[in-house]
Each structure stands twice: as structure tokens, then as C-alpha cells.
């Protein structure tokens, strides 16, 4: 996932996703080091708080907008 990547380019903290999402800081280092696994309401929180699709996150594109049908 490309959590790490997207909070590093804006210059947060892991320490404020976690407040701004409601979540703590040790949940979002384990999705960031692949030892935990988002769910699908996590993963929306971070594509909305990016404003990036889940497929972005997942890896499944490099374009990280959403595509039209």
C-alpha cells in the first residue's frame, strides 16, 4: 500500500493521519509496514484523506485520480 509514500509527500506525521482519522499511531505504522491489513472502511478513510482512489492504494494503477466509466 502507498499510505507511507502519500503521508510522507504532504508532510504528516504518522502521529496526525492518526488523530485526523480517529485511529492511533501503531495502527497506522502497521499498515504502513505491511504487518496489519486495511479493511474496507480504513481504506476508504485514506482515500478520502488523500483523495486518492483505493486502487492507487492498493498499487492496482500509478494514476492516482479516479477514472471515469
Given amino acids: ?7 510522507k509527500s504532504r508532510n504528516i506525521s504518522q502521529l496526525k493521519l492518526a488523530l485526523d482519522l480517529n485511529m492511533n499511531q501503531n495502527s497506522i505504522s502497521r499498515y504502513e509496514n505491511g504487518v496489519r491489513e486495511a479493511d474496507y472502511e480504513t481504506l ?3 482515500a478520502d484523506y488523500f483523495n486518492v482512489s483505493i ?15
Avoid: Q
Avoid at 500500500?1 to 503521508?7: A, C, I, Q, S
Avoid at 486502487?55 to 466509466?69: A, E, M, Q, S, W
Fill in 55 to 69: 486502487d492507487y492504494l492498493l498499487g492496482r494503477t500509478d494514476n492516482p485520480t479516479f477514472l471515469d466509466k
Fill in 1 to 7: 500500500m502507498r499510505l507511507k509514500e502519500l503521508r
Fill in 44 to 46: 476508504i478513510a485514506f
